[in-house]
């Protein structure tokens, strides 16, 4: 069974920072790029970052470009998303996935995990 589960979001304040976490399991991922949506309150779901099978291309939301930084390890079945210098306009929740480059996920979205800027 496709799982994925996304972990290490929380409650920080402006400028904090949070290192969320992807797990996934039931399919071979390092057959496929993998994304970070999110979504904050009354909006849809947008991208904010995309990471390439072997993580030679990683591309950014304008919005977050420079505050952070996608990752995986494909030996553990992993992906990461670090972020620095939060605003609160980062409050959402936030999913992984992945799929074909450029392309639209596959699977079925996880719970997601919270993410709320807030002094």
């Known amino acids: 069974q496709v799982q994925l589960v996304e972990s290490g979001g929380g409650l920080v304040q402006p400028g904090g920072s949070l290192k969320l976490s992807c797990a996934a399991s039931g399919f071979d991922f390092s057959n496929y790029a993998m994304t970070w949506y999110r979504q904050g309150p009354g909006k849809g779901r947008e991208r904010v970052a995309a990471?390439?099978?072997?993580?030679?291309?990683?591309t950014y939301a304008d919005a977050v470009k420079g505050r952070v930084f996608i990752s995986r390890d494909n030996a553990k079945n992993m992906a990461f998303l670090e972020m620095s210098s939060l605003k609160t306009e980062d409050t959402a929740v936030y999913y992984c996935?992945?799929?074909?480059?450029?392309?639209?996920?596959?699977?079925?979205w996880g719970q997601g995990t919270q993410v709320t800027v807030s002094s």
């Open positions: 996935n992945v799929g074909y480059w450029e392309s639209t996920p596959i699977f079925d």
């Open positions: 990471i390439n099978i072997y993580s030679a291309v990683r």
